[in-house]
C-alpha cells in the first residue's frame, strides 16, 4: 500500500492581520500543507529556519516593523537553499521582481494580481518550478501609465520620495544635480503635477517607488 505524502510545512509571514488569517486558513483547508508558523515581522524568520523543519515559506515584503522581506528571503535562500521561498506583496514597486531574482527567491505572487491563486503558485514552486510575473502592474501616476516613465526616471523618483536634494539624488545615481533636474520637470511635464512633493508623495502613495532603508 502506497504511503499517504506527508503535508509541506509552511510557514507565513505577513504583518498585516486580515491577511495573514486568510492565508492562515486557506493553507489549513487543504491537505497538502501544514502550518507550523506565522509571524509578523521578517525580522526573525531565518531563525524559525535554522531551528525548525520549515518546506515552504510565504513571505510579505513590507513589514510595519520596517524589517524587509526581500532581505529576509535572501538569508534564508543562502543558509538553507533548499527551502523554498515565495514573496507575496501588493506593492507594484518596479525593484522587486528582479531584486527576489537577484535574492535567489523561488517564485514571486502579487495579491490584488489578475493572474494564478496563492495555491496554484504553492503547487508549483514545491515542483521545482520558478514562477514570476511577467511584468509589474501597471499603475496610474496623474496623466500617465507607470510605464511610461524610464527606468532613470524611476530612480530619481524613487530617491525624491525620501525628501533628497538634486545633489544627494545626483550622488547616489552617479548623475549631475543638472541631470536629476531635468529629470524631475520631465515627469513633472508627464504626469501634470504641480510640484516635486505632489509627485513624491502621489509615487509613495500608490506604491509605485519604495524607497529602501
Not at 31 to 37: H, K, R, S, V
Not at 80 to 101: C, D, F, G, L, N
Not at 145 to 167: H, K, Y
Request: glycine share 6%.
Amino acid at each position: 500500500m502506497e504511503d499517504k505524502k506527508k503535508p509541506y510545512k509552511i510557514m507565513i509571514v505577513e504583518d498585516q492581520t486580515m491577511p495573514r488569517h486568510l492565508f492562515e486558513i486557506l493553507v489549513g483547508h487543504t491537505g497538502d500543507y501544514e502550518l507550523l508558523y506565522s509571524l509578523e515581522s521578517a525580522s526573525v524568520a531565518h531563525i524559525y529556519c535554522d531551528k525548525y523543519p520549515i518546506d515552504l515559506v510565504l513571505m510579505d515584503v513590507v513589514m510595519q516593523d520596517r524589517s524587509s522581506g526581500l532581505e529576509a528571503a535572501e538569508r534564508i535562500k543562502k543558509n538553507h537553499p533548499e527551502i523554498k521561498v515565495v514573496i507575496m506583496t501588493s506593492m507594484p514597486e518596479v525593484s522587486y521582481i528582479e531584486r527576489a531574482k537577484a535574492a535567489g527567491v523561488d517564485s514571486f505572487w502579487y495579491k490584488e494580481g489578475d493572474g494564478e491563486g496563492i495555491l496554484d503558485i504553492m503547487e508549483k514552486t514545491m515542483k521545482g518550478e520558478r514562477v514570476y510575473p511577467a511584468a509589474t502592474p501597471t499603475v496610474i501616476l496623474g496623466n500617465i501609465a507607470s510605464s511610461e516613465l524610464t527606468p532613470t526616471e524611476l530612480d530619481v523618483l524613487r530617491e525624491l520620495t525620501r525628501g533628497a536634494s538634486n545633489i544627494e539624488i545626483g550622488e547616489k545615481l552617479f548623475i549631475s544635480p543638472t541631470t536629476v533636474r531635468t529629470h524631475i520637470s520631465n515627469m513633472l511635464a508627464k504626469t501634470g503635477f504641480a510640484n516635486r512633493t505632489e509627485l513624491a508623495i502621489r509615487a509613495r502613495l500608490e506604491g509605485l517607488v519604495i524607497p529602501e532603508d
